[in-house]
């Protein structure tokens, strides 16, 4: 069992130094309350978890200046090997600002130091975007996917192994029948699809280790053959060719390196829990994303920033996801939106067939069903 000490570093004179300061110079206290809690000259390892809106630039900085104001008290920072000391940094948030919090590990031992830090007024200026979701449908069955055609008024759900159809009446939407779909294989655990309207009227489904197609008519009726054929993926100016894996939920594709979960731009959500370019490299300022994300147009942008990519993390509880959005144009990303909490875990999102519009499928903590959403920007001014 870990024996726990804990390090309330509260003091007047650190929250004057820190209230109107950039985040990374809380590196250099935060380092010396770090080392004086190590013996000298010690070797760790230095792990970084944001779980608020901080933006990647300021993050980036800040990692940097820890690792830099640790060496120079003496503390070796190694990256890769398992030392006997281990310092974990997260950056929290709660009603009056962000909470830096430094878990220092040692083998059954473990010592927390935590400080507030209250961004200086430049740093709070309000993004130029806010997300706005419009429920499709729900139901305690999965949804993978959504579909909606006739403008509008007719949409399809994607479920491990049926399609329903609803069609938009005075306002709601009214179950309009559904089909089966004779799967090949066994969807994988945490089932992920996704449904497309062809050329010819054709609405194919593309599952792991099996594809169906039907006309669009009102029989929708689907053949369904084994195998993992390509299906695009809009991903910005361009669409990517992909392939599910037989019985995983991850996606694969020429002159990408890794399998991934998603992508965005020039940005792929890897099955190695980072955001890497197609070359496998990480992306700065992506730390803390989730695996999902989505690519939309920007109602507010210019020229360079015409689109955005809109990325899951986690919230503080670990049990609700939230919704950020970011300019891809940028290296590192810069938020363009406040965080969005959500009522529970994201398990879907995709491009939707509008390039303004995307759809979204989350677990809703309190009532377990699957909540599918359509998500649009707007303007904040």
Same mark, same amino acid.
């Given at each position: 069992?870990? %024996?726990?000490?804990?390090?309330?570093?509260?003091?007047?004179?650190?929250?004057?130094?820190?209230?109107?300061?950039?985040?990374?110079?809380?590196?250099?206290?935060?380092?010396?309350?770090?080392?004086?809690l190590l013996?000298?000259?010690?070797?760790?390892?230095?792990?970084?978890?944001?779980?608020?809106?901080?933006?990647?630039?300021?993050?980036?900085?800040? %990692?940097?200046?820890?690792?830099?104001?640790?060496?120079?008290?003496?503390?070796?920072?190694?990256?890769?090997?398992?030392?006997?000391?281990?310092?974990?940094?997260?950056?929290?948030?709660?009603?009056?600002?962000?909470?830096?919090? !430094?878990?220092v590990l040692?083998?059954?031992?473990?010592?927390?130091?935590?400080?507030?830090?209250?961004?200086?007024?430049?740093?709070?200026?309000?993004?130029?975007?806010?997300?706005?979701?419009?429920?499709?449908?729900?139901?305690?069955?999965?949804?993978?996917?959504?579909?909606?055609?006739?403008?509008?008024?007719?949409?399809?759900?994607?479920?491990?192994?049926?399609?329903?159809?609803?069609?938009?009446?005075?306002?709601?939407?009214?179950?309009?029948?559904?089909?089966?779909?004779?799967?090949? %294989?066994? #969807?994988?655990?945490?089932?992920?699809?996704?449904?497309?309207?062809?050329?010819?009227?054709?609405?194919? #489904?593309?599952?792991?280790?099996?594809?169906?197609?039907?006309?669009?008519?009102?029989?929708?009726?689907?053949?369904?053959?084994?195998?993992?054929?390509?299906?695009?993926?809009?991903?910005?100016?361009?669409?990517?060719?992909?392939?599910?894996?037989?019985?995983?939920?991850?996606?694969?594709?020429?002159?990408?390196?890794?399998?991934?979960?998603?992508?965005?731009?020039?940005?792929?959500?890897?099955?190695?829990?980072?955001?890497?370019?197609?070359?496998?490299?990480?992306?700065?300022?992506?730390?803390?994303?989730?695996?999902d994300l989505?690519?939309?147009?920007?109602?507010?942008?210019?020229?360079?920033?015409?689109? #955005?990519?809109?990325?899951?993390?986690?919230?503080?509880?670990?049990?609700?996801?939230?919704?950020?959005?970011?300019?891809?144009?940028?290296?590192?990303? #810069?938020?363009?939106?406040?965080?969005?909490?959500?009522?529970?875990?994201?398990?879907?999102?995709?491009?939707?067939?509008?390039?303004?519009?995307?759809?979204?499928?989350?677990?809703?903590?309190?009532?377990?069903?699957?909540? !599918?959403? %359509?998500?649009?920007?707007?303007?904040?001014?």
């Amino acid at each position: 069992m870990l %024996r726990a000490g804990f390090a309330l570093w509260f003091g007047l004179g650190m929250l004057l130094r820190m209230q109107a300061q950039p985040l990374a110079e809380a590196a250099p206290p935060m380092a010396r309350s770090i080392s004086s809690l190590l013996p000298r000259r010690v070797t760790v390892s230095l792990e970084f978890q944001t779980r608020a809106a901080v933006p990647p630039a300021e993050w980036s900085s800040f %990692r940097a200046a820890l690792q830099e104001e640790l060496r120079k008290t003496g503390t070796d920072v190694v990256a890769s090997a398992q030392p006997e000391w281990r310092v974990r940094m997260v950056v929290s948030e709660n009603v009056r600002g962000l909470l830096l919090i !430094a878990e220092v590990l040692n083998n059954d031992t473990r010592q927390i130091i935590m400080a507030p830090w209250s961004r200086p007024a430049s740093a709070q200026s309000k993004p130029g975007l806010r997300m706005q979701l419009t429920p499709i449908g729900e139901q305690p069955q999965p949804i993978l996917d959504a579909l909606m055609f006739d403008s509008g008024t007719d949409v399809l759900l994607l479920s491990p192994a049926k399609i329903s159809a609803f069609r938009l009446i005075d306002g709601k939407w009214i179950p309009n029948g559904q089909t089966s779909l004779a799967v090949a %294989r066994p #969807v994988p655990r945490d089932a992920r699809g996704r449904l497309e309207l062809a050329a010819g009227g054709v609405v194919r #489904v593309f599952l792991p280790g099996t594809t169906c197609t039907s006309p669009m008519n009102s029989s929708l009726l689907f053949t369904c053959t084994s195998g993992n054929e390509a299906w695009p993926l809009s991903i910005g100016d361009s669409r990517l060719l992909v392939r599910w894996v037989s019985d995983r939920n991850v996606l694969v594709s020429e002159g990408v390196r890794d399998s991934f979960f998603n992508a965005a731009g020039g940005w792929f959500a890897s099955s190695n829990g980072k955001i890497e370019n197609r070359a496998g490299e990480a992306m700065p300022g992506t730390e803390g994303w989730g695996s999902d994300l989505a690519l939309v147009e920007n109602p507010c942008g210019t020229a360079r920033d015409a689109q #955005v990519a809109i990325v899951t993390s986690a919230t503080t509880d670990n049990k609700h996801d939230q919704l950020q959005t970011f300019a891809i144009a940028n290296d590192p990303p #810069v938020a363009a939106s406040e965080p969005l909490p959500l009522p529970g875990p994201v398990t879907a999102l995709w491009s939707a067939e509008r390039a303004t519009h995307a759809t979204l499928v989350i677990r809703n903590s309190k009532t377990g069903n699957y909540e !599918a959403s %359509r998500l649009s920007l707007a303007c904040t001014e």
